[in-house]
């Protein structure tokens, strides 16, 4: 197999960290990974933990999209985190993910390596979406409100959910006199 990536390689069988099936580019060092082998590793392996890494390099983040190197179909730009713009790729033909070189040392960094194989589900795209939503809108309504009365509402609003009567409290307080017997 030829590398998609960098267009220059070939992808040689190895052992990412020594654990699990992976073909490395021998030119860009990116790897290759069927996601089948990391769950019968995994499976196989279920207490291993990653080590910590607190210094990761640079990782590398192929811009375009790229082909799949066994199907050679495109494959997805996938989010990994809300906390970073890295994106894997997938390709769906063969359920296989392409890292960039320094990005199975930043999934080890960010505690993602454990999950490689939920990192590709739609469930996961999904819950990152709704978070950078919410987060969205976070910022939207700080900038909007100012922080010491968006962090006030937010208060009042957890307090709030957590009433009994929180219908009746959200009436009071949305009248302008609650105490008139007109509505």
Request: hydrophobic share 35%; glycine share 6%.
């Amino acid at each position: 197999m030829h590398c998609s990536a960098c267009k220059h390689g070939s992808l040689v069988p190895t052992r990412l960290d020594n654990l699990f099936s992976a073909h490395r580019c021998n030119h860009c060092g990116g790897h290759w990974v069927l996601i089948d082998d990391f769950v019968t590793w995994k499976q196989a392996n279920p207490d291993t933990e990653f080590e910590a890494i607190t210094a990761v390099e640079d990782s590398e983040d192929s811009p375009m999209a790229l082909f799949c190197p066994m199907s050679h179909t495109l494959m997805r730009k996938l989010k990994i985190s809300t906390d970073t713009d890295h994106r894997l790729d997938y390709s769906a033909a063969v359920g296989g993910v392409w890292l960039d070189k320094g990005e199975w040392p930043l999934l080890k960094s960010m505690g993602l390596a454990s999950c490689l194989n939920l990192l590709v589900t739609q469930e996961w795209q999904n819950r990152l979406k709704q978070s950078q939503t919410q987060a969205n809108f976070g910022e939207h309504y700080r900038r909007k409100f100012g922080d010491s009365t968006y962090t006030e509402l937010k208060r009042i609003r957890d307090w709030l959910q957590g009433q009994p009567n929180k219908a009746e409290l959200k009436s009071y307080l949305l009248a302008d006199d609650p105490y008139s017997t007109k509505r």
